[in-house]
């Protein structure tokens, strides 16, 4: 239950949103707008969301990727590190309790992903903006005993320990024990919904062109057979012969 933990990890307040982000082991709480908590007269437009971080057993943990596969429980998340930037909140969470083989998983959060649809409202509930991603998501290797049993839960250590989180406005920065510092560009995520339409047009576009080009080359290929040249002599590039020319 969301009443587990009763202290927050840590507090984050995003103006451009008006959202306060208090982060805890299990997810986040989200208040907006919060700038009306110290106003009582507008305490009633305050909204409170939760997002609670739980993971089926999926098909990777029994490495059987067929459909049929049905998750036995529901795992439970444990935050590792933050990083905001820019009305994003990015989080680095491992799945507990520690199995073989154990994952972990960076989210972002977006405050606004419409920040660029200057026409957007939010219509039914203040929250309809935020939207989240999975980024990644990397088995981890955990340190055995000697007889090649796990230590017990408090115990695990990670081989490849995420030591330091970091996030600007387009790109998540990782910092771990062995492989070192690796980065994310997740700029694609802030696209438009007129730019994304324009990248299809862009697309079926080039698919035309394409499509053009070959039937282009069996026109000619098909003219050659026919008139029984030799291809060397044909110039596709001069103008057909009118009936009389010809």
């Known amino acids: ?17 008006e959202t306060l982000v208090i982060v805890y082991q299990w997810g986040i709480t989200l208040v907006r707008p919060y700038f009306c ?8 437009q ?3 969301g939760f997002i609670r971080y739980t993971f089926p057993e999926s098909p990777f943990h029994t490495k059987d990727y067929s459909e049929e596969v049905l998750p036995d429980y529901i795992l439970d998340a444990e935050m590792l590190h933050s990083s905001y930037s820019n009305g994003r909140v990015c989080q680095a969470l491992v799945e507990v309790p520690f199995q073989e083989p154990s994952f972990s998983h960076l989210l972002l959060v977006d405050l606004n992903c419409h920040r660029l649809d200057t026409l957007f409202e939010c ?11 999975r ?9 055995t005993l000697e007889d090649g049993s796990l230590p017990a839960q408090e115990d695990i250590v990670l081989t490849d320990a995420l030591q330091s989180l970091y996030m600007d406005a387009s790109t998540i920065f990782t910092l771990r024990s062995q492989s070192g510092l ?23 576009s080039v698919a035309m062109s394409e499509a053009l080009s070959r039937d282009l080359e069996n026109l000619v290929q098909e ?5 029984r040249m030799d291809p060397s002599h044909f110039d596709p590039r001069l103008p057909p012969l009118s009936r009389d020319e010809a």
């Not at 969301?2 to 451009?16: C, F, K, Q, R």
């Not at 990397?138 to 340190?143: D, H, T, V």
């Open 1 to 17: 239950m969301l009443t587990e933990v009763t202290s927050p990890e840590d507090v984050w307040s995003d103006v451009a949103s």
């Open 37 to 44: 908590l110290n106003k009582k007269p507008y305490r009633g």
């Open 46 to 48: 305050i909204g409170v």
């Open 123 to 133: 219509e039914q509930h203040p929250f309809e903006n935020i939207r989240a991603w």
């Open 135 to 143: 980024i990644e998501t990397r088995e981890e290797s955990i340190e």
């Open 182 to 204: 690796q980065y994310i560009d997740f700029n694609t995520r802030g696209r438009t919904r007129s730019q994304v339409e324009d990248h299809m047009l862009t697309k079926q």
């Open 223 to 227: 003219t050659r057979e026919a008139m």
